[in-house]
């Protein structure tokens, strides 16, 4: 007997996690950021941390260039060039977001 009722909590409970996270994607489409968008572009820098900052405001600033409001989204880096004393550091970021279109 006990069994039955840990089952039908479990249903249950697993149900309420079903339902939650499928009101959770409609919830984040509800504000209008709906339309998804992206840029890939190479910045450079002086550090491996400039570059990198370098090419992801880069980035941030190609989906922005659209005049649409856009979530954080993420960012992808990769290394393309480091000069052999290690003064110059290129990368190359793609930038996706959720845009109001």
Excluded: K
Aim: proline share 3%; hydrophobic share 40%; glycine share 12%.
């Amino acid at each position: 007997m006990r069994t039955v009722i840990w089952l039908r909590r479990l249903g249950l409970v697993s149900a309420v996690v079903a339902v939650g996270l499928a009101t959770t994607s409609v919830a984040a489409h509800a504000d209008g950021y709906d339309t998804p968008r992206s840029a890939t572009v190479v910045g450079a820098g002086n550090t491996y941390a400039e570059g990198v900052a370098a090419a992801e405001r880069r980035a941030r600033q190609a989906v922005l260039a659209v005049g649409h409001d856009c979530t954080p989204g993420t960012y992808s880096n990769f290394g393309i060039y480091t000069s052999p004393g290690g003064g110059t550091w290129v990368f190359q970021s793609t930038h996706e977001a959720m845009c109001v279109d």
